[in-house]
């Protein structure tokens, strides 16, 4: 499809991000790459880069006014979301609205809606004070969850077993929480699994269900992903119309939205959905499986183009396991890597890699391809593992 020079903004220049600004330049679209300053591989990789906190609502849209944008998204963060569909509601371009993207990013709005809309999701209540998250748990007969409503990648999420713990956790979900909101909710027991949905014209066009690795319990950070899911065939009619009554009690229009279950004791249940592509490499696993460049659509879509797929959507089992450490410092030697399978470094040896906010350092993804959903989730694991094992760390400040 040739787009012309469509004028393409996206928001965030992290590692995240680069697939999106490279698929959108070769697209053949003029890509503005909103940021604060900072070593961001985006950064660079942008035809024009603007300097902005993206979580400036006012700024993002007189940037995007004054430049004529055609098009506006971004990928695996939530905190500019806001931004983005003010500037859909003014600019009237695809996407979703101001009000529909605010359900997306606060947890509290999210959770009211899918209760209006008999969705199913974990009990929950919004929480003032410390006190209340006690009465909360009282009433419960398992563990419950305390979580900031508008933080992502599981920073300030708590696990509450015993009452002990919870004074302690609503201050770290607080600390976390930008609008000062907090959330309790039940914890479920259960295999956390997740699905990618095609959203066109508030619509489902498509769904993509896919298993997760994540770190232990309570955050649940996402370190991996595989498609298709080993029990696709059982959980497609459990969760498809879950999915369609999700898309319209959020509004959610012309994206790729992130949608994280849990499949409990009760079934299927939504822990978050967002309408934005997931992160971890969702975008790569996804498109790998169905043989769609997940960016590329997610860009199309952004600029009001409907998407068109294959008669016969390739069907090509493969997963992604990040390469991450605890530690900052200096790489004297990466890990160990064989030829079998496709290795993604971001740094190369000498150079000086740091934590992030969850005190992770990702030093790239392995890609293992194959034929069984059990098999390749395993041999990822295993590689990165080993990779992780055998890198070698010089610690210190820069």
């Known amino acids: 499809m040739k787009l012309g020079k469509n004028k393409l903004m996206i928001l965030g220049a992290a590692q995240s991000q680069v697939p999106l600004i490279k698929t959108a330049k070769e697209m053949n679209l003029e890509v503005h790459v909103c940021s604060i300053k900072g070593k961001y591989p985006g950064i660079s990789a942008a035809d024009v880069f603007h300097e902005v906190d993206i979580t400036d609502i006012q700024n993002i849209y007189q940037i995007a006014k004054n430049q004529k944008i055609d098009g506006i998204l971004t990928t695996a963060t939530d905190i500019c979301l806001e931004s983005i569909g003010y500037v859909v509601d003014k600019l009237n371009l695809s996407g979703t609205g101001l009000e529909n993207s605010k359900a997306c990013l606060n947890k509290i709005i999210m959770k009211q809606r899918f209760s209006s809309n008999n969705i199913p999701t974990p009990n929950y209540i919004e929480v003032k004070s410390y006190q209340d998250a006690i009465e909360f748990f009282q009433k419960q007969k398992s563990p419950c969850v305390l979580k900031p409503n508008d933080s992502s990648s599981s920073r300030g999420v708590t696990k509450i077993e015993t009452l002990q713990k ?9 600390e976390f929480s930008t609008s000062g ?25 498509l769904l993509i269900i896919h298993s997760d690795i994540t770190t232990p319990p309570p955050q649940r950070i996402p370190i991996g992903h595989g498609c ?121 040896e000498g150079d000086y890699v740091t934590t992030n906010a969850s005190n992770l350092v990702e030093i790239g993804y392995v890609h293992v391809k194959g034929t069984n959903p059990v098999d390749v989730l395993k041999e990822a694991s295993n590689l990165a593992g080993v990779f992780c094992d055998t890198i070698e760390i010089k610690e210190g400040i820069k």
Not at 241 to 248: E, L
Request: proline residues 5%; contains cysteine.
């Open 166 to 174: 919870i004074e302690k956790a609503y201050s770290k979900a607080l």
């Open 228 to 348: 298709p899911h080993p029990n696709e065939k059982t959980l497609f009619p459990l969760i498809s119309d879950i999915v369609r009554n999700a898309i319209k009690a959020l509004g959610i229009n012309n994206a790729i939205c992130n949608i994280d279950f849990i499949n409990s004791t009760k079934g299927p249940q939504i822990i978050e959905m967002t309408c934005r592509m997931g992160g971890t490499h969702l975008p790569e696993v996804c498109g790998e499986y169905l043989g769609i460049n997940l960016y590329k659509l997610a860009i199309e879509l952004s600029l009001g183009k409907i998407p068109t797929y294959s008669s016969k959507l390739t069907k090509s089992t493969n997963a992604i396991h990040n390469l991450i450490i605890p530690t900052s410092g200096y790489i004297r030697k990466l890990g160990m890597m064989d030829n079998n399978h496709q290795w993604h470094i971001y740094p190369k």
């Open 181 to 205: 909101g907090v959330i309790i909710e039940e914890w479920l027991e259960g295999e956390e699994f997740g699905a990618q949905a095609i959203v066109v014209n508030n619509e489902l066009n």
